[in-house]
């Protein structure tokens, strides 16, 4: 089980580092932007598509991460009420609450993303399903991440 954790601690790590980078790329990209057309009179016309790209692939990518580390919106009133075996109990309810939320996410998030393929950006040839992949990809990691998290719990509550 530790090397489970470990794996998705790692795997997690990463995606930090690949939303540093989409973070960068769309700060530069921005930047650029401006430049241009404040400086330049110059528009480059795929720039706001490729801005919609990153920033979708950007926020879908940081949920996961968010929740991975805990960092999400959460109410822990009643968890710090609770004792250790509570506590883990209360996590067993909302990991199993969230499985199908997730589970949903990914069916849909693959029939939005097939449906988008079929429309371009407005000024390139790139189908924006391309933008909508990132939600399937989030949901399906959201799904591992707490299905890792469940089965870490029940193996620590049964162990107590």
Request: hydrophobic content about 60%.
């Amino acid at each position: 089980m530790k090397n489970l954790k470990t794996f998705t601690d790692r795997f997690a790590h990463g995606l930090e580092f690949v939303l540093a980078a989409l973070f960068m790329i769309l700060f530069l990209v921005t930047m650029l932007n401006i430049v241009l057309r404040n400086i330049g009179g110059v528009t480059w016309l795929w720039i706001p598509g490729f801005m919609r790209l990153v920033f979708i692939w950007l926020v879908f990518l940081g949920i996961t991460v968010a929740y991975r580390r805990g960092d999400h919106l959460i109410v822990d009133l009643f968890m710090k009420s609770l004792g250790p075996k509570g506590r883990s109990r209360l996590t067993l309810a909302i990991e199993s609450a969230q499985l199908p939320f997730f589970a949903l996410l990914l069916a849909f998030g693959i029939e939005v993303a097939r449906v988008r393929m079929r429309i371009s950006f407005e000024t390139w040839q790139v189908p924006t399903g391309y933008a909508y992949l990132a939600v399937p990809v989030s949901a399906a990691i959201l799904l591992a991440f707490a299905l890792e998290r469940l089965v870490t719990t029940w193996l620590e509550l049964r162990k107590s």
